[in-house]
C-alpha cells in the first residue's frame, strides 16, 4: 500500500526517518547519549576506538573484544600503495573533504564484495574504514606540501597515531587524549543530513566504501561539519574583541548566519560544546593561550544575548577549531578530522539499516505543469 504524506515540511523538520537505538538527543535539555549513556560518561571513562565498538555492535565490548577490535584495527591502517599513488594525482589545492570523499569511494574499487549478509564481511569492512581513514587524511596532508606520506606506527595508539602522521612527530600525551576525546563527542549524533545521506546510500545495498563517501560529501558542506572551518575564518575576521558586537550586529542586519551557532535539534548550547570548550582550556593552560578564545567567548555572550530568546546557542563546531588550532592541525582538515569520527556512527547507521532494509524512494509534490507541447528549437 502507497500511503502519500501530503505535508510537505522543507528540510524535512520533524520528520523521522529510521527507527535506531544508536543515539538519543534531547535538544530542550541539552542531552546527548550513544546507546543510552551520557556523552560526558563517555569522554570521561570511554576511548574512541571503545566507543565505536558500542555505536555499531550496540554494546560495551569486554576486554578481549575491544582488544581484539584494537588490534585488527591497528593493523590495517596502511593503506595500498596505488591508493597513495593516486593520492599524489589530486591537486595540491583541493579541499581535503574532496580529497577524502574520492579516497573512500576509492577503497570500494579494491575491497567491495557486497557480501552485505555475511557478517565477517561487515566486521572487516568496519575495521578498514576506521583503520584507513585518519591515514588517508594525513597522507594527502603531507603530499599537498610535497612532502611522502608517513606510515602509521604500530606502536601508537588510534589518535596518538593519526597526530603522529599528521604532524610528523609524536604527540604529547595530553594532546593524544584530548584528540581521542574529540574523536568521541564526534562519533554519532542521530540523522543528521550525512548520517541521512549515508543511510539512503545504504538502503540501495551498495558497497560500504560508497556510503561513507556518500556521506563525507555531505559532511562538507557549511551548513553543517564545514562549519567549523568558518568559525576560525570569522573569529581571524572579526579580529579583536572590540570588534565582536559591531560583526554580530552587522550579521543580524544582513541575515548572515554566524557559524558555529544555531541546530536544527538543540535549543541550549551544545553538550559537546561545552564539553570541546573544556578541552581547549585544558590546552591552553598546557601550550599557551589562543587568542581567538577571548573573542570566541566574547562572542558567545553577544549572541546568547541578542539569539538567545530564539535558542541560538553554540553548536559543535564552535570551539572544536580551537581544540584543533592547539593540536596542530590546520583549518581545513577540521572537517576531515569530524569525518574520522563520524565514520563510526555512519557504519553504525549502515549496519543497522541493512538489518531492516527498505530502500529510501519518498515522494514529492509536483509543482509543474503538465501537457505541454514540445517547441522545435528554431521557435523559441
Ligand atoms: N546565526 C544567526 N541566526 C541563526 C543561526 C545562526 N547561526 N542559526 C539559526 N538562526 C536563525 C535563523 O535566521 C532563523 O531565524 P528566523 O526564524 O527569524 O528566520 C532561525 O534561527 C531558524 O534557523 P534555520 O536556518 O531555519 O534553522 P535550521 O534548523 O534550518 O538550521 C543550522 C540549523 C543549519 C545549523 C543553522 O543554525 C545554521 O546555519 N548555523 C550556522 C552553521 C553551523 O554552525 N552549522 C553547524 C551545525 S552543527 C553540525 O552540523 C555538525
Not at 522543507?10 to 541539552?30: C, F, H, M, R, W
Not at 558500542?54 to 575491544?66: A, S, V, Y
Not at 587568542?291 to 530568546?309: F, M, T, W
Request: overall charge negative; proline content about 4%; some cysteine.
Amino acid at each position: 500500500m502507497s500511503v502519500v504524506c501530503i505535508e510537505f515540511k522543507p528540510g524535512l523538520e520533524g520528520v523521522p526517518a529510521t527507527q535506531s537505538s544508536i543515539s538519543y538527543v534531547d535538544g530542550q535539555k541539552g542531552v546527548l547519549e550513544y546507546r543510552g549513556i551520557n556523552i560526558r560518561e563517555l569522554a570521561k571513562s570511554s576511548s574512541f576506538l571503545e566507543t565505536a565498538y558500542l555505536l555499531i555492535w550496540g554494546n560495551l565490548p569486554t576486554r578481549e573484544e575491544l582488544e581484539n577490535f584494537e588490534h585488527d584495527i591497528r593493523y590495517h591502517r596502511r593503506i595500498k600503495y596505488r591508493i597513495r599513488d593516486m593520492m599524489k594525482c589530486f591537486p595540491e589545492t583541493g579541499h581535503p573533504m574532496d580529497a577524502l570523499q574520492a579516497s573512500a569511494a576509492a577503497l570500494g574499487l579494491f575491497y567491495s564484495r557486497r557480501a552485505l549478509d555475511n557478517p565477517e564481511y561487515i566486521r572487516t569492512a568496519v575495521v578498514r574504514l576506521l583503520a584507513k581513514i585518519p591515514t588517508m587524511v594525513a597522507a594527502f596532508e603531507l603530499m599537498r606540501k610535497g612532502n611522502d606520506a608517513l606510515q602509521p606506527r604500530d606502536d601508537l595508539d588510534y589518535a596518538a597515531n593519526f597526530l603522529y602522521m599528521l604532524n610528523e612527530q609524536e604527540p604529547d600525551e595530553l594532546a593524544a587524549q584530548v584528540f581521542d576525546v574529540c574523536l568521541t563527542l564526534h562519533a554519532e549524533h542521530t540523522i543528521n543530513a550525512s548520517t541521512f545521506s549515508a543511510m539512503v546510500t545504504s538502503s540501495t545495498l551498495t558497497d560500504p566504501y560508497a556510503v561513507i563517501a556518500s556521506a563525507v560529501g555531505t559532511l562538507a558542506g557549511p551548513l553543517h561539519g564545514g562549519a567549523n572551518e568558518d568559525v576560525i575564518s570569522m573569529l581571524s575576521e572579526i579580529g579583536s574583541i572590540e570588534n565582536v558586537r559591531p560583526y554580530l550586529d552587522k550579521c543580524l542586519q544582513t541575515k548572515a548566519k554566524i557559524m558555529g551557532f544555531g541546530h536544527r535539534v538543540y535549543k541550549v548550547k551544545d553538550p559537546r560544546a561545552i564539553i570541546l570548550q573544556e578541552l581547549a582550556e585544558k590546552l591552553f593552560d598546557k601550550f599557551g593561550y589562543d587568542k581567538y578564545y577571548e573573542i570566541a567567548l566574547e562572542l558567545e555572550k553577544a549572541v546568547e544575548e541578542k539569539l538567545g530568546g530564539k535558542g541560538i546557542y553554540p553548536n559543535v563546531d564552535f570551539y572544536s577549531g580551537l581544540v584543533y588550532r592547539k593540536l596542530g592541525i590546520s583549518s581545513d582538515l577540521f572537517t576531515p578530522v569530524f569525518a574520522i569520527a563520524r565514520v563510526a556512527g555512519w557504519l553504525a547507521h549502515w549496519k543497522e539499516q541493512l538489518a531492516t532494509n527498505r530502500i529510501f524512494r519518498p515522494t514529492q509534490i509536483y509543482t509543474g505543469e503538465h501537457d505541454v507541447s514540445y517547441t522545435p528549437i528554431q521557435e523559441r
